[in-house]
């Protein structure tokens, strides 16, 4: 109950704080400005044009009072711009209610300030597509906002789209009061059958028994899912395999499961947006990147309730047949207010992911700060990726998190689980197209104040973390750095101000080298260096002072380790 005090009143708090720095930094931040001095060569994202031809929704016919159905006076209008060749469709001021809204070429989808798009709790409203979701090729309702194969479209303005999603999650009691656990359950729906997860139906529960992962396995062609229709809830705006898409200005809200998934999507611009979904939502991602080609995201806001802005390409087999990677990605200026991870790339990311920036970035008590998480089974590279000018405070786990080892829990699950550092132990497998690779990854310019842990690299013992580059790092955290498995860590200037020892843990990492480590003196040793394969560690630290600075195992060659 403290800590959940501490997280609602932390942003209130800063919220003045971080919205002064901000709005100095949003000044600075235009489209001409993301490409000065990127670490890789992209081409300038082209945004979609259109023609001054615009209609009223309420032209034909829509009505604005929240119990209208509108979505054929949405579908007609969109028609009409669609057969003049493209422009503008208005969703003026009011609430609208509505089923599916499909996009079509040179469309865009304009929402004015004071309009509230509300979608349909109706689920016969949503029809069962092919399509993909957690990375593999499934089946799924069709989102509320919908578009496949299009070129040339926009969703624009300052209205808001919610996308109903109270009607289609599942909640998990461990994360509401008891209060509000009675309430719901009173509404209607049924439990699992240990009581601790409460669906929306019995075709919800039904779906989530079939499933893993949240995809359905056993099942083969549509007809059979529909048995299961109530658990294939969509994610809130679906554009598959578009170019030439604008998001800018509107809020997107409360999405039955993430809220925006553009996939396969090329010159993908999406600036000045927020995305808000309940702390408690199941996979209530905000922003989902999936095998995007050339995209920006800037100056936008994140309180979602799983991963803010997430970078994939697919999971498993499904994802090395597309072989679609992510790439050519600029994130900039965006703040975070809650999420599992501020920034993460995975766990489905079996196309891979390369050539991604980050900058000037803040996350306000995210479970995670910078996120990578990936398993043995994915496949895919990762690399070429960086991040400076991060700031976070009050993170609840780990400020950067490296776990290759992923299982599908938030890293707040799995330490309550006790499940923090993974064992190695058992039969090492070979390294195949199944094995994920996470290699030259830089983290510089990054401030923390206050979280369980600083760094936490898991890599694979067959196949290390390779090349992670830090630079300009301070940190403030219970515990410090903890690196296993992991080949070639460089840091050059990292303060460390830990209230446990040792600060640094190094087990089955070689290759390591720390010049202008700084860490609070102390009696007690501030490194430990462990297992059979650490080798050719070298640290210089500032705290020279400190006789007693390592402790190292016996199975550690002690000619390769040099600590001044």
């Known amino acids: 109950m403290i800590r959940r005090y501490i997280l609602f009143i932390m942003p209130l708090v800063l919220i003045p704080y971080f919205s002064s720095c901000m709005s100095k930094e949003v000044e600075k931040t235009s489209p001409a400005s993301l490409y000065k001095d990127l670490e890789f060569n992209m081409p ?15 032209d034909f016919g829509a009505v604005g009072d929240g119990q ?3 979505t054929l006076a949405i579908a007609a209008a969109i028609d009409k711009v669609t057969a003049k060749g493209g422009g503008k469709v208005v969703i003026p001021r009011g609430l609208w209610l509505t089923g599916p809204i499909i996009l079509k070429n040179n469309i865009n989808l304009s929402i004015e300030e004071g309009a509230l798009v509300i979608f349909s709790s109706d689920k016969d409203l949503y029809p ?3 399509t993909s979701f957690e990375g593999h090729n499934t089946v799924r309702c069709t989102s509320p906002i919908y578009g496949k194969d299009l070129e040339n479209i926009a969703i624009t ?7 109903t999603g109270e009607a289609w999650r599942p909640v998990k009691k461990e994360k509401l009061a008891d209060s509000q656990w009675k309430k719901l359950v009173k509404s209607g729906g049924v439990l699992s059958e240990n009581g601790k997860i409460w669906y929306p139906s019995e075709s919800s529960l039904e779906g989530q028994n079939l499933s893993e992962m949240n995809v359905p396995k056993q099942l083969g062609n549509i007809e059979e899912y529909k048995k299961i229709k109530d658990f294939l ?10 170019k030439k898409v604008l998001f800018d200005g509107p809020v997107f809200q409360n999405s039955p499961a ?4 553009p996939l396969m999507c090329e010159d993908l611009t999406i600036r000045n947006i927020t995305v808000k979904n309940p702390w408690f939502s199941q996979n209530g991602d905000g922003l989902d990147i999936e095998s995007c080609k050339n995209s920006i995201i800037y100056n936008c806001n994140f309180d979602v309730g799983d991963d803010a802005i997430c970078i994939k390409s697919g999971k498993d087999a499904d994802g090395r047949k597309r072989a679609r990677p992510t790439e050519n990605l600029i994130i900039s200026n965006c703040i975070v207010y809650h999420g599992h991870g501020g920034v993460t790339i995975g766990s489905e990311m079996s196309g891979g992911v390369k050539n991604m920036h980050v900058s000037n970035c803040t996350f306000i008590g995210t479970d995670v700060g910078l996120r990578f998480k990936s398993n043995r089974g994915r496949g895919g590279i990762v690399e070429n990726i960086y991040f400076s000018g991060i700031n976070m405070i009050n993170i609840p786990t780990q400020a950067i998190s490296f776990n290759l080892y992923y299982g599908g829990l938030s890293v707040s699950e799995m330490l309550a689980e006790g499940r923090n550092t993974e064992t190695t132990t058992g039969e090492i497998p070979p390294v195949s197209e199944e094995t ?12 923390c104040k206050g979280a369980s842990q600083a760094i936490y690299l898991q890599g694979l013992p067959e196949l290390n973390l390779e090349n992670i580059i830090f630079e300009n790092i301070d940190i403030e955290a219970d515990n410090g750095l903890t690196s296993i498995d992991a080949n070639g860590i460089s840091i050059k200037g990292m303060r460390l101000i830990t209230k446990n020892l040792p600060a640094l843990n190094f087990i089955n990492s070689l290759n390591v080298n720390i010049e202008k480590l700084d860490v609070a003196e102390n009696q007690k040793p501030y490194i430990d260096i462990k297992g059979k394969k650490s080798t050719n560690i070298t640290i210089r630290s500032v705290n020279s002072g400190n006789k007693n600075k390592a402790v190292i195992g016996d199975e550690v060659d002690n000619r390769t380790i040099s600590i001044l």
């Not at 993430?258 to 998934?261: A, V």
């Open 44 to 58: 300038v994202v082209p945004e979609p044009t259109f023609p001054a031809f615009t209609v009223s929704i309420t």
């Open 68 to 70: 209208t159905l509108n």
């Open 128 to 130: 069962l597509i092919e």
């Open 157 to 163: 303005g300052n209205g808001v789209f919610d996308g």
């Open 233 to 242: 809830r969509p994610v809130m705006v679906s554009l598959v395999n578009c």
């Open 258 to 261: 993430w809220c925006l998934h």
């Open 436 to 447: 994920p690779l996470f290699r030259n990854i830089s983290i510089k310019n990054l401030t």
